[in-house]
Structure formats: structure tokens, C-alpha cells
């Protein structure tokens, strides 16, 4: 057994589990160590019931004040007892547990320990797990790692085989150079790695996040600063005029570009024209109109007879893509054939699609990462374009690019990034700023609101929806597994049906539907034949249905800002008002808070550097605010000052070592090699 033996090589793992573990991308022991804790689980002091407020994890020791009831509530089997102590009563209940009513005494103190939440009018524990007073008093305050879980996949799995690993494989040496460690205080690899799964105490896990954190930063700047290099040095291997036909797509827009597209597109246009590889970077809020420049780069790449790409991350958002810019060329008589390359499609689809695009029949190609697979091969490919960069990787960036020889690139990216983390994120990329929305947008309305709100919310999408207009809701978030999430979307559809008149079509989307449908569902919701779409985050990125003014939230709390900002983004995106409703089912002062900066504000840049200022950049418990980039652990806002160490770390390094000749480097080299270039051999960080 070693770092890269398969998961069936741990103690009772067999063929069918071993199929589990790969599901969530352990396909190695090694992967186990960089499968990271999504957050901790403490077992808390012990609070008396009076304390307990709904919606928290709570430990109450008591004792039972009646015999335990048993019935059937749906087919269920429910039991249900009231519990006491010296200040107040409270239910708990369990649900396929009969046999609690044998087992606990009554008269004896436990502690229970489970989630308070509202039944009836009142609070009750949730299937309180049931300890004796001194095994409690033992673990409390020690920390759990939760980890995230697909179908299948327990916790008590993970913790098992992680714990198998950290055990008895011996972990590889560390790759960074004491120097730098000592440098920035970073713990011991090693050290880092047991701590982050099974932590002594808070400060330990906090200190070996920072360091696995460090390493992924690092690497990252490290590989950017490599691909950097390589792309001084040439100079395009084709040369783009500028052409009228540009000027004349513009012109025959229903809408004027606002001034700042226009700028931006005067800088896009004269570097696409300069006698330097362009590499841009282009950021603008949710809305702000960026589709169209990528769109007028695309055509006239395609006016100099050369071939353009626009790679977006997923299939919904590429085949809307197409769509528009299908429609584009027809409406306008333009001379161009664009085409759609995306996984999902029939492979005789895909087959003619490969054809067009190595013939050189297409001009303008767009689709997902199918466009960077092997098959895909280009006949003079003058442009890449990357929407929604953060969900692409370096490796991914990269390989687009050697689709064709040094071509211009452009990422778009609508998240708000001060300009010091960009310079480091995207090396020296140049960077463009479409800060202007277009002047015919009414501000979204916001409305932050608890539960007790939701029949009138019903009644105002219902409204909107008879005034023409359309609503995405998202469902409440369930963060055990996809396959939970799904249910729960289609049980929640089910219910909102039952609230609204037959004649509104709800339909639903989520992350484990066939691609297939999710395109056929997005379609419908685009020509008005659904006018209410339940949802996950899966509508987030990017989607485009200006006729939809509502975006109702669920469990808004869950949700990083900038997220909630990027779901807000799918509305306002025409004339007609647009309203965003927040529901929150937390009490809590800082929930409101957070929320209430939504509220006031639909400016994205604002809002990222308010929440950061009220998470303070240690809230580690807390939502990934960016979820951007690669990172498994890292994030480029909460950890910013991290991403500073990394990359003067970078710097020095370089300086005196630019090769990574140097024999303490070897291993640093190694795994800067695999993370550029992947391969059989897996990162094991
Ligand atoms: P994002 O920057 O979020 O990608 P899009 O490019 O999808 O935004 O544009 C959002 C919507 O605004 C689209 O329907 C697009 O046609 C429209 N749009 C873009 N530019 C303008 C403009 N200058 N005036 C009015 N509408 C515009
Ligand atoms: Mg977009």
C-alpha cells in the first residue's frame, strides 16, 4: 500500500466502495490527504434548555419527563419525548429509531445533542444523537472534520480512510524550502496535514490551513510566472487589420454600446491589431454587457479570414452563446459560420462539428471544454476567449492557447477583484473594465425577508409572472450530497406547483440532470414556456433571460455575497423592473448584516469589500466568499494577504533560482511540473 495504490487498498474497502471514493475524485490514497474538511464539527459546551434558539447545533443535558410515544407519520416511524431540566422543557425527536423507547431510562440524565429547529409552534431537537454524561464531558470541545460527501459516501467513511493514510503511509517530503517557511512561519507539511483533518485545537487548524493554502498559492504563481515567460518572447504569428464590418455590427445593434464598452472595445480592437500577442483581461459586473465585446473580437478575427473561440464553463451558457450569435449574423447578413462544440452532443454531431472547425469552414467556434479536447483541432486559430475565467484552471487556460500557435486571448470575468490581487491572479495580463451598466436598467429592487414571508413572495411572482414577466427561485441549500439537493429541488417544486395556479409552469434544474436537459429545460425557460424555474446555483454563471424579474433566494444566509450577487445578476438584465427577494431562515445579527449589505447596494466591487471587512479574512467557517479559481482551500479574498506572502515568496525564489536547478528545488520542480502539465502521475501536494 503507498500514496498512489487505489482506495480498495484500505481495510474493509472493496471493488463497489472503491467506486464511491472515485466518484468524489479519490482515485488514489494520496488524493484522501487534499480531500479537506469543508468545515468542523465541535462538540459544544453544554447548554441548559433555556438557551437553546432554533436553528443551532445545541448539547442539552437532561432527562426524559414522559415515556417516548412511537407512531407512524407518513409511513415513518416517529418517536417523540419531551425532555427537562432545572429551566424548561423541550421535544425531541427521532425519526426510525423505535427502540429508544427500551433503552433510554427514564429518570436517567443524558446529554442529547442535535439540531434545534421549529416544529409547530415550538422548538424541538432533530434526531438528537444521545450520549452518556461522561463520553460527553470526554469529547466536548474536540473537532470533527466534515467533509463533503457524494451519494454513497459517508463521513464516517472518509474520517476512516484518512485516518488509515495519515497513519501508516509515510507522507512525502516537504517541498518548500525552510527558508521560506521559516520565513512566513509555515508549518511542517506533515504536521499541516494531520492537523487539518483531525486538529488538536482551533490555532493548529488554523495554522495548517494557512499553510496548505500557502502551497496552493504558490504553485499557482509559480506555474502562471512560467507560462508567462514563454509568452514574451513571441510575437503573434498572424497579423489582424482593423475592418469596417465591425463599425457596422455596432451600428446595427438594437442598442448603443455604452461608453464604457466602447472603450473597451477601442482597447480590444488595437491590440487584436497590434504586433504583440494579446493577453486581456476583462472584468465587468454581472450585466454590464461584456458577451458583445467578445462577440465583436470574434468577428473580426473571423473578418481577417482567421478562426476565433469562446470557451465557457458550462453547456447551458455556451449553447446560449451560439444562439445570439447565430441570430447576430442572420439578423445583420454577415458573411460568418459559427459553431457549437459541446460535450453533451450526438457523436456524429460532434464529428461534423471537428470537421468544420479543422476545414476552416467555421469562423467563429463556441462551446465548453470539449474545445480543448484532443479531437478538437483548429485550422488557424487567431483568438481564445475564456468567459466566467474562474471556473477554468492555468492547465486549461493553457491548453486552449496551444490550440493554435500564440493566439490572442481574452478571460472575461465578472468577479470584482481589486486591482492588487489581479495583478497577482493574472500576472500581467492586461486588464479592461467595463464599469457602466447600460442606462436603460432600473436598479434591482431588494427586499431582505424571513420564512413567514414566503406565501406572499408566491403571490408577487405570481403577479409578475401574469404581467408577462418571469422568476427563478433557488432552492434551499443542502450541503450533505448532490443527490439530496436534487430531491430537495424536486420536492420543493412540487410544493411551490401547489402554491401557484395551473396555469404557470414551474420546472426545475439541478446539478445531476442529463445535460441534455438542463438544455432543453434553459431553452423553454428562454421562449416563455416555463415561467417559474426552481433552481440550484447551477443558473449562477452567466445565464442570460432578460424577460425574468424575479430572483427569489432561499436560505440567502448560506451564501457567500458574491454569490448572491452573481444570482441577482440574472435579473434586471432588460428594461422592465426586476426584484430580488432574500430569504433568510437565521436569526442572527450578523446574518442580517451581511445580508442588509445586498440590500443597500447592487455594486459588486462595494459589496465584496464590505463583506470582507464583516468577515474579518480569518472567518475560515464561513462561505467561500469567491469560490475562485482552482483553489481547494485557498481563497483569493479571504486569504489575500496569503497570496501576498506567495508570491513575494514566488519572487525571491525566482530570483535566485530562476531554472529551479538547485538540488533543494528538485522536489518543488517535480510538483510544479505535474501541476502544469497533469499527467498519470497525480499532485499530491
Ligand atoms: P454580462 O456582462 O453579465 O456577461 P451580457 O453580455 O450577458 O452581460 O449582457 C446582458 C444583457 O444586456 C444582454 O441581454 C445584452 O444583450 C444586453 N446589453 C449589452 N450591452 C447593452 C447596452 N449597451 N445597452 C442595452 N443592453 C445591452
Ligand atoms: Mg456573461
Same mark, same amino acid.
Given at each position: 500500500?503507498?500514496?498512489?495504490?487505489?482506495?480498495?487498498?484500505?481495510?474493509?474497502?472493496?471493488?463497489?466502495?472503491?467506486?464511491?471514493?472515485?466518484?468524489?475524485?479519490?482515485?488514489?490514497?494520496?488524493?484522501?490527504?487534499?480531500?479537506?474538511?469543508?468545515?468542523?464539527?465541535?462538540?459544544?459546551?453544554?447548554?441548559?434548555?433555556?438557551?437553546?434558539?432554533?436553528?443551532?447545533?445545541?448539547?442539552?443535558?437532561?432527562?426524559?419527563?414522559?415515556?417516548?410515544?412511537?407512531?407512524?407519520?407518513?409511513?415513518?416511524?416517529?418517536?417523540?419525548?419531551?425532555?427537562?431540566?432545572?429551566?424548561?422543557?423541550?421535544?425531541?425527536?427521532?425519526?426510525?429509531?423505535?427502540?429508544?423507547?427500551?433503552?433510554?431510562?427514564?429518570?436517567?440524565?443524558?446529554?442529547?445533542?442535535?439540531?434545534?429547529?421549529? !416544529?409547530? $409552534?415550538?422548538?424541538?431537537?432533530?434526531?438528537?444523537?444521545?450520549?452518556?454524561?461522561?463520553?460527553?464531558?470526554?469529547?466536548?470541545?474536540?473537532?470533527?472534520?466534515?467533509?463533503?460527501?457524494?451519494?454513497?459516501?459517508?463521513?464516517?467513511?472518509?474520517? %476512516?480512510?484518512?485516518?488509515?493514510?495519515?497513519?501508516?503511509?509515510?507522507?512525502?517530503?516537504?517541498?518548500?524550502?525552510?527558508?521560506?517557511?521559516?520565513?512566513?512561519?509555515?508549518?511542517?507539511?506533515?504536521?499541516?496535514? *494531520?492537523?487539518?483533518?483531525?486538529?488538536?485545537?482551533?490555532?493548529?487548524?488554523?495554522?495548517?490551513?494557512?499553510?496548505?493554502?500557502?502551497?496552493?498559492?504558490?504553485?499557482?504563481?509559480?506555474?502562471?510566472?512560467?507560462? $508567462?515567460?514563454?509568452?514574451?518572447?513571441?510575437?503573434?504569428?498572424?497579423?489582424?487589420?482593423?475592418?469596417?464590418?465591425?463599425?457596422?455590427?455596432?451600428?446595427?445593434?438594437?442598442?448603443?454600446?455604452?461608453?464604457? =464598452?466602447?472603450?473597451?472595445?477601442?482597447?480590444?480592437? =488595437?491590440?487584436?491589431?497590434?504586433? =504583440?500577442?494579446?493577453?486581456?483581461?476583462?472584468?465587468?459586473?454581472?450585466?454590464?454587457?461584456?458577451?458583445?465585446?467578445?462577440?465583436?473580437?470574434?468577428?473580426?478575427?473571423?473578418?481577417?479570414?482567421?478562426?476565433?473561440?469562446?470557451?465557457?464553463? #458550462?453547456?447551458?451558457?455556451?449553447?446560449?452563446?451560439?444562439?445570439?450569435? #447565430?441570430?447576430?449574423?442572420?439578423?445583420?447578413?454577415?458573411?460568418?459560420?459559427?459553431?457549437?462544440?459541446?460535450?453533451?452532443?450526438?457523436?456524429?454531431?460532434?464529428?461534423?462539428?471537428?470537421?468544420?472547425?479543422?476545414?476552416?469552414?467555421?469562423?467563429?467556434?463556441?462551446?465548453?471544454?470539449?474545445?480543448?479536447?484532443?479531437?478538437?483541432?483548429?485550422?488557424?486559430?487567431?483568438?481564445?476567449?475564456?468567459?466566467?475565467?474562474?471556473?477554468?484552471?492555468?492547465?486549461?487556460?493553457? @491548453?486552449?492557447?496551444?490550440?493554435?500557435? #500564440?493566439?490572442?486571448?481574452?478571460?472575461?470575468?465578472?468577479?470584482?477583484?481589486?486591482?492588487?490581487?489581479?495583478?497577482?491572479?493574472?500576472?500581467?495580463?492586461?486588464?479592461?473594465?467595463?464599469?457602466?451598466?447600460?442606462?436603460?436598467?432600473?436598479?434591482? %429592487?431588494?427586499?431582505?425577508?424571513?420564512?413567514?414571508?414566503?406565501? !406572499?413572495?408566491? @403571490?408577487?411572482?405570481?403577479?409578475?409572472?401574469?404581467?408577462?414577466?418571469?422568476?427563478?427561485?433557488?432552492?434551499?441549500?443542502?450541503?450533505?450530497?448532490?443527490?439530496?439537493?436534487?430531491?430537495?429541488?424536486?420536492?420543493?417544486?412540487?410544493?411551490?406547483?401547489?402554491?401557484?395556479?395551473?396555469?404557470?409552469?414551474?420546472?426545475?434544474?439541478?446539478?445531476?440532470?442529463?445535460?441534455?436537459?438542463?438544455?432543453?429545460?434553459?431553452?423553454?425557460?428562454?421562449?416563455?414556456?416555463?415561467?417559474?424555474?426552481?433552481?440550484?446555483?447551477?443558473?449562477?454563471?452567466?445565464?442570460?433571460?432578460?424577460?425574468?424579474?424575479?430572483?427569489?433566494?432561499?436560505?440567502?444566509?448560506?451564501?457567500?455575497?458574491?454569490?448572491?450577487?452573481?444570482?441577482?445578476? $440574472?435579473?434586471?438584465?432588460?428594461?422592465? =423592473? *426586476?426584484?430580488?427577494?432574500?430569504?433568510?431562515?437565521?436569526? *442572527?445579527?450578523?446574518?442580517?448584516?451581511?445580508?442588509?449589505?445586498?440590500?443597500?447596494?447592487?455594486?459588486?466591487?462595494?459589496?465584496?469589500?464590505?463583506?470582507?471587512?464583516?468577515?474579518?479574512?480569518?472567518?475560515?467557517?464561513?462561505?467561500?466568499?469567491?469560490?475562485?479559481?482552482?483553489?481547494?482551500?485557498?481563497?483569493?479574498?479571504?486569504?489575500?494577504?496569503?497570496?501576498?506572502?506567495?508570491?513575494?515568496?514566488?519572487?525571491?525564489?525566482?530570483?535566485?533560482?530562476?531554472?529551479?536547478?538547485?538540488?533543494?528545488?528538485?522536489?518543488?520542480?517535480?510538483?510544479?511540473?505535474?501541476?502544469?502539465?497533469?499527467?498519470?502521475?497525480?499532485?499530491?501536494?
Amino acid at each position: 500500500m503507498n500514496m498512489c495504490s487505489g482506495p480498495d487498498a484500505l481495510k474493509g474497502v472493496g471493488e463497489k466502495t472503491k467506486k464511491i471514493f472515485e466518484r468524489a475524485g479519490i482515485f488514489q490514497l494520496g488524493d484522501l490527504l487534499h480531500y479537506y474538511p469543508r468545515a468542523y464539527d465541535i462538540y459544544e459546551n453544554m447548554k441548559s434548555i433555556s438557551e437553546i434558539r432554533e436553528g443551532e447545533t445545541a448539547a442539552v443535558c437532561a432527562s426524559l419527563s414522559c415515556e417516548i410515544t412511537v407512531r407512524y407519520v407518513k409511513r415513518l416511524n416517529l418517536s417523540t419525548v419531551i425532555l427537562r431540566d432545572s429551566t424548561g422543557c423541550l421535544q425531541a425527536f427521532w425519526y426510525n429509531m423505535p427502540y429508544l423507547k427500551n433503552t433510554l431510562k427514564p429518570g436517567k440524565r443524558y446529554v442529547f445533542r442535535g439540531k434545534a429547529v421549529r !416544529k409547530g $409552534r415550538q422548538t424541538a431537537l432533530e434526531q438528537p444523537a444521545i450520549f452518556d454524561i461522561d463520553a460527553y464531558v470526554n469529547i466536548q470541545g474536540q473537532m470533527q472534520p466534515l467533509y463533503p460527501l457524494v451519494d454513497g459516501l459517508t463521513n464516517k467513511m472518509v474520517k %476512516k480512510a484518512v485516518r488509515q493514510v495519515l497513519d501508516e503511509l509515510e507522507i512525502s517530503e516537504d517541498m518548500l524550502p525552510d527558508s521560506i517557511r521559516e520565513k512566513w512561519k509555515l508549518d511542517d507539511y506533515q504536521h499541516a496535514l *494531520s492537523q487539518i483533518h483531525f486538529p488538536d485545537n482551533e490555532t493548529n487548524m488554523r495554522q495548517a490551513r494557512q499553510r496548505l493554502v500557502f502551497d496552493e498559492f504558490f504553485l499557482f504563481i509559480l506555474a502562471l510566472r512560467s507560462l $508567462r515567460n514563454d509568452r514574451i518572447v513571441v510575437r503573434p504569428s498572424f497579423f489582424l487589420e482593423e475592418k469596417p464590418v465591425t463599425a457596422q455590427v455596432i451600428q446595427n445593434l438594437p442598442f448603443s454600446l455604452t461608453a464604457a =464598452q466602447q472603450k473597451v472595445w477601442r482597447e480590444l480592437e =488595437q491590440d487584436l491589431t497590434g504586433n =504583440q500577442v494579446m493577453a486581456r483581461l476583462i472584468q465587468g459586473d454581472v450585466g454590464s454587457g461584456k458577451t458583445i465585446l467578445a462577440v465583436l473580437a470574434l468577428i473580426l478575427t473571423a473578418a481577417n479570414g482567421l478562426q476565433g473561440a469562446l470557451m465557457v464553463p #458550462t453547456e447551458v451558457l455556451a449553447r446560449q452563446h451560439y444562439e445570439s450569435i #447565430t441570430e447576430l449574423i442572420q439578423k445583420q447578413a454577415l458573411d460568418f459560420k459559427a459553431v457549437l462544440l459541446t460535450g453533451s452532443m450526438t457523436a456524429k454531431e460532434k464529428r461534423e462539428a471537428y470537421q468544420k472547425i479543422s476545414s476552416g469552414f467555421a469562423d467563429i467556434i463556441i462551446g465548453t471544454h470539449a474545445l480543448i479536447q484532443e479531437k478538437a483541432d483548429y485550422q488557424n486559430l487567431a483568438l481564445v476567449i475564456t468567459d466566467e475565467q474562474h471556473r477554468f484552471g492555468v492547465r486549461q487556460r493553457e @491548453a486552449f492557447a496551444a490550440k493554435g500557435i #500564440t493566439p490572442h486571448m481574452i478571460v472575461m470575468s465578472a468577479t470584482p477583484i481589486p486591482r492588487t490581487l489581479a495583478v497577482i491572479i493574472y500576472g500581467d495580463l492586461d486588464i479592461s473594465v467595463v464599469d457602466e451598466l447600460p442606462a436603460d436598467r432600473l436598479p434591482i %429592487k431588494n427586499c431582505v425577508v424571513d420564512t413567514s414571508y414566503r406565501t !406572499k413572495a408566491y @403571490a408577487f411572482i405570481r403577479n409578475e409572472v401574469e404581467k408577462g414577466r418571469q422568476a427563478y427561485v433557488i432552492c434551499p441549500m443542502v450541503e450533505e450530497s448532490e443527490s439530496i439537493e436534487a430531491e430537495n429541488v424536486i420536492a420543493y417544486t412540487r410544493q411551490l406547483c401547489e402554491s401557484l395556479p395551473d396555469t404557470i409552469t414551474v420546472e426545475y434544474l439541478h446539478g445531476k440532470m442529463k445535460p441534455a436537459l438542463k438544455n432543453e429545460i434553459m431553452e423553454r425557460f428562454l421562449k416563455n414556456e416555463i415561467q417559474v424555474l426552481v433552481s440550484t446555483t447551477v443558473v449562477e454563471v452567466g445565464v442570460n433571460v432578460p424577460n425574468a424579474t424575479v430572483m427569489m433566494v432561499e436560505n440567502a444566509e448560506r451564501f457567500g455575497l458574491a454569490q448572491l450577487h452573481q444570482l441577482r445578476g $440574472r435579473v434586471g438584465r432588460g428594461k422592465e =423592473q *426586476s426584484y430580488c427577494i432574500m430569504v433568510h431562515s437565521s436569526d *442572527s445579527k450578523k446574518t442580517k448584516q451581511r445580508l442588509e449589505i445586498l440590500n443597500q447596494s447592487n455594486d459588486g466591487f462595494f459589496i465584496a469589500g464590505e463583506d470582507l471587512k464583516l468577515r474579518g479574512p480569518g472567518d475560515l467557517f464561513g462561505i467561500r466568499q469567491s469560490g475562485l479559481m482552482e483553489f481547494r482551500l485557498g481563497d483569493v479574498f479571504q486569504d489575500s494577504a496569503i497570496l501576498q506572502w506567495a508570491s513575494e515568496a514566488a519572487g525571491r525564489l525566482l530570483e535566485t533560482d530562476e531554472e529551479l536547478l538547485l538540488p533543494e528545488h528538485q522536489l518543488l520542480k517535480k510538483k510544479l511540473s505535474i501541476y502544469i502539465h497533469g499527467g498519470t502521475e497525480r499532485l499530491n501536494l
